[in-house]
């Protein structure tokens, strides 16, 4: 790790852009609003450059190309390239090279580029102000981008579509509007500004924010606030340990417009081979988290040891669920492959395959609801080690 007393020099364009942007917007938007004022269509305009920004990063820079979570159509690959250039965040493929990284190596400050245990300003934007050793390129993890065409246009040309994005559509946009300066600072300076911290908090708040439902094995955590926030990428701990995932925010409640506009494009051919954990998956990391925090929670507490048997025997349950889960899913591969190679194309065969399809499917259903219950009386035994906890200690 670097010396902090011997830092990386200050890499100029990034400190322009990057703190130097930030405080012109910090002067500049509230004198000219207070000179002249700004229309409610500045206003709206702003607001849909910010998430066409927005979601171009996350659905496109993210799930699409960083992590491969669905697959896009061309247009739809031309339209994220365009409006993710103009989120100023670099080219897709540095961007992707460098999250896969991040994810490979989380929390490891030599190699991840914005590790958070480097401290939070760090994560945030502190890593891009100077050449530390992490940010230099190395597209051995992107080889994949490297045979996109779409990918490369954009990265053999990002700083016209970048100046195109940031100063072309809001210039011209301003001569509709009726004010240049106006629309420039609001839906040029400003807009960006705002789009890049709420990108940045993944990187450094969802870091240290937040509950950890899913794995403790790393820093990432899940907040629904942030996740507001930053179009649904705010349930960090569920994507650090289920990245491919195309979802974020995997309960219908949680806001993910992310999801939604993945899913919505999907309906009308411009996404398919949308990748979905199956929920045993998630209930299983669920269910292990808890066990290793119900263990950590009993050694601390002496009064417990009666409780240690019932915990033992859960898990040995859980245990023989997964075990179970793991051969259903061997039986329905095999399955898959005599249907691939024509073992199953009378009729007959055919209706003895549905058969046993439908019944596979129930047994991982009632696998599924065998893991929600175990939750519920796990939490039930960990209410009663507290219970006994607060009793000693009142005692």
């Not at 790393?218 to 289920?242: C, K, M, P, Q, V």
Request: hydrophobic share 40%; with cysteine.
């Amino acid at each position: 790790m670097t010396n902090p007393t011997n830092k990386p020099p200050l890499d100029p364009i990034n400190t322009i852009i990057f703190a130097g942007f930030p405080i012109a917007a910090l002067i500049l938007v509230p004198a000219w609003g207070i000179y002249h004022g700004f229309t409610t269509a500045q206003w709206l305009w702003a607001l849909a450059f910010l998430y066409l920004n927005g979601l171009s990063i996350t659905g496109g820079y993210h799930r699409l190309w960083s992590h491969k979570a669905y697959e896009a159509h061309p247009a739809l690959k031309w339209f994220f390239a365009l409006w993710g250039a103009g989120a100023l965040q670099n080219s897709i493929l540095i961007w992707s090279s460098d999250h896969r990284r991040h994810h490979r190596y989380v929390d490891d400050n030599e190699r991840d580029p914005y590790s958070a245990g480097r401290g939070l300003w760090f994560s945030h934007m502190g890593w891009m102000l100077r050449k530390y050793k992490t940010n230099e390129p190395d597209f051995s993890n992107a080889r994949d981008l490297q045979r996109d065409p779409v990918v490369m246009f954009q990265h053999n040309h990002y700083v016209a579509l970048t100046v195109l994005m940031n100063v072309g559509l809001p210039l011209l946009l301003g001569f509709y509007l009726g004010d240049v300066i106006g629309t420039l600072l609001l839906v040029g300076l400003f807009r960006l500004v705002v789009n890049h911290h709420v990108t940045f908090f993944i990187n450094s708040l969802a870091h240290f924010w937040g509950t950890r439902p899913y794995t403790e094995s790393n820093s990432a955590r899940d907040n629904g606030f942030l996740a507001f926030l930053t179009y649904g990428e705010g349930y960090h701990n569920y994507h650090h340990i289920f990245q491919t995932d195309y979802r974020n925010g995997i309960r219908w409640w949680q806001w993910d417009p992310t999801k939604w506009m993945i899913n919505a494009c999907s309906r009308v051919g411009l996404a398919r081979k949308l990748v979905r954990v199956p929920d045993f998956k998630i209930q299983r990391a669920i269910l292990d988290t808890q066990f290793q925090r119900a263990r950590r929670q009993m050694e601390a507490s002496p009064s417990a040891d009666s409780l240690r048997a019932t915990l033992e025997r859960e898990y040995q349950q859980f245990t023989e669920s997964v075990n179970e889960w793991t051969a259903l899913q061997s039986q329905r591969y095999e399955a898959k492959k005599a249907e691939i190679g024509g073992a199953l194309s009378e009729k007959r065969q055919h209706l003895q395959q549905r058969w046993e399809s439908a019944a596979l499917r129930t047994k991982f259903k009632e696998l599924e609801y065998s893991l929600r219950m175990q939750r519920k009386r796990l939490e039930l035994l960990m209410e009663q080690v507290r219970f006994q906890q607060a009793h000693m200690t009142g005692a």
